[in-house]
């Protein structure tokens, strides 16, 4: 559930971003699933192949209780001889890389050291299959994305609903979202965990619309983008990104 404590991590987060936005910085590297990328679907963040192979898991110290997801960065390897010199790659954070408290070495996703488990296609492309663990520099950067920002509707009862948003250009990430039905109310809905966004009511047979804020503080609204006839499952995509 949503509390004051996951707003203020945003905030924190947010200038972090302000801060080190274009800034390289110091980490290490693995990956995870096999070689076409199978095994990374999904994940903390809630995405579901949103964003193909091009993606990662990161450390608790980047995670950020899941304010990171959707953001994006460049990653290049450094100081090792199984890097790919030259090579860099652009991912969008779409999972957790939990640290392991039972391990004495080894312990990459461990707080605070900043980690990226990327997919086994990305981390060929920086680095050597034999090297499993390489370190490199990476940046956050803008986020680009193909047509509107899209949502999917996750669940929902006759009580409550759950919507994911996705394809988040600019910033990535997202610090609030509203939603409107057919009384005309805008009313705030709380993240419930990584990217899945809630409230109460009974939304079935209501033409919804939502405004959504990025962590630049920049808002978009995207009017009567889910018809009354929705089900859960379906996804929609607007007419606008940031």
Same mark, same amino acid.
């Given at each position: 559930?949503?509390? &004051?404590?996951?707003?203020?991590?945003?905030?924190?987060?947010?200038?972090? %971003?302000?801060?080190?936005?274009?800034?390289?910085?110091?980490?290490?590297?693995? #990956? *995870?699933?096999?070689?076409?990328?199978?095994?990374? $679907?999904?994940?903390?963040?809630?995405?579901? /192949? $949103?964003?193909?192979?091009?993606?990662?898991?990161?450390?608790?110290?980047? #995670?950020?209780?899941?304010?990171?997801?959707?953001?994006?960065?460049?990653?290049?390897?450094?100081? &090792?001889?199984?890097? /790919?010199?030259?090579?860099?790659?652009?991912? =969008?954070?779409?999972?957790?890389?939990?640290?392991? *408290? +039972?391990?004495?070495?080894?312990?990459?996703?461990?707080?605070?050291?900043?980690?990226? $488990?990327?997919?086994?296609?990305? #981390?060929?492309?920086?680095?050597?299959?034999?090297?499993? %663990?390489?370190?490199? /520099?990476?940046?956050?950067?803008?986020?680009?994305? &193909?047509?509107?920002?899209?949502?999917?509707?996750?669940?929902?009862?006759?009580?409550?609903?759950?919507?994911?948003?996705?394809?988040?250009?600019?910033?990535? =990430?997202?610090?609030? %979202?509203?939603?409107?039905?057919?009384?005309? +109310?805008?009313?705030?809905?709380?993240?419930?965990?990584?990217?899945?966004?809630?409230?109460?009511?009974?939304?079935?047979?209501?033409?919804?619309?939502?405004?959504? =804020?990025?962590?630049?503080?920049? +808002?978009?609204?995207?009017? *009567?983008?889910?018809?009354? &006839?929705?089900?859960?499952?379906?996804? #929609?995509?607007?007419? =606008?990104?940031?």
């Amino acid at each position: 559930m949503a509390s &004051s404590s996951l707003m203020v991590g945003y905030f924190t987060f947010m200038a972090i %971003v302000l801060l080190a936005w274009g800034q390289y910085q110091d980490a290490r590297a693995t #990956f *995870y699933g096999d070689a076409s990328g199978g095994g990374t $679907d999904g994940g903390a963040c809630g995405y579901y /192949k $949103d964003y193909g192979v091009q993606t990662a898991a990161l450390s608790t110290a980047l #995670f950020q209780d899941g304010a990171a997801c959707g953001s994006c960065y460049e990653i290049y390897c450094t100081n &090792s001889q199984f890097c /790919k010199n030259g090579k860099s790659i652009r991912i =969008t954070a779409t999972n957790f890389c939990p640290p392991n *408290y +039972t391990k004495s070495h080894d312990i990459w996703c461990n707080p605070p050291q900043k980690h990226f $488990d990327l997919t086994q296609p990305m #981390f060929l492309q920086i680095a050597e299959y034999r090297a499993g %663990v390489v370190p490199v /520099k990476f940046r956050r950067i803008g986020c680009s994305a &193909s047509g509107g920002v899209r949502l999917r509707i996750a669940n929902a009862n006759n009580n409550w609903i759950l919507v994911i948003v996705y394809n988040v250009a600019g910033a990535g =990430t997202i610090s609030g %979202v509203k939603i409107k039905g057919n009384d005309g +109310t805008w009313r705030q809905m709380t993240r419930n965990w990584g990217v899945n966004y809630q409230t109460g009511g009974n939304w079935y047979g209501q033409s919804m619309s939502f405004q959504i =804020t990025a962590t630049d503080g920049r +808002t978009i609204e995207v009017d *009567y983008l889910v018809p009354g &006839s929705w089900q859960v499952g379906q996804s #929609f995509q607007g007419n =606008t990104n940031f």
